[in-house]
């Protein structure tokens, strides 16, 4: 069965830089889009990026369009999220997800999704 591992997660200043990780293993994802969502404190759990594994597409939230980037290591069955001029409002708990479906479907509903343990970031004004 699928299994996520998330890590990378912690404090930063805002205006900052983290990357996150989610290695992924129990099947080959070449039918799979994985992500990335998070949810703050009280609210619920939103859609941040995803990644079709195949192609490489990409889809972002537009909240974090032109500062975070997708990215996956085929061979080392990983996904990183690359988080950069980071605000306050960006603290959360990020989770790694996955679905035998597109990134842009991932993109409209977590319906379905498989996910990982979360990892806290916190950003810091």
């Known amino acids: 069965h699928v299994q996520l591992q998330a890590s990378g997660g912690g404090l930063v200043q805002a205006g900052g830089s983290l990357r996150l990780s989610c290695a992924a293993s129990?099947?080959?994802?070449?039918?799979?889009?994985l992500g990335w969502f998070r949810q703050a404190p009280g609210k619920e759990r939103d859609f941040v990026a995803a990644?079709?594994?195949?192609?490489?597409?990409?889809y972002y939230a537009e909240s974090v369009k032109g500062r975070f980037t997708i990215s996956r290591d085929n061979a080392k069955n990983t996904v990183y999220l690359q988080m950069n001029s980071l605000k306050p409002e960006d603290t959360a708990v990020y989770y790694c997800?996955?679905?035998?479906?597109?990134?842009?479907?991932?993109?409209?509903?977590?319906?379905?999704?498989?996910w990982g343990k979360g990892t806290l970031v916190t950003v810091s004004s």
């Open positions: 997800a996955a679905r035998r479906t597109t990134a842009q479907t991932m993109s409209i509903t977590s319906r379905g999704n498989i």
């Open positions: 990644i079709n594994w195949s192609t490489g597409s990409t």
């Open positions: 129990g099947r080959t994802f070449s039918t799979y889009a």
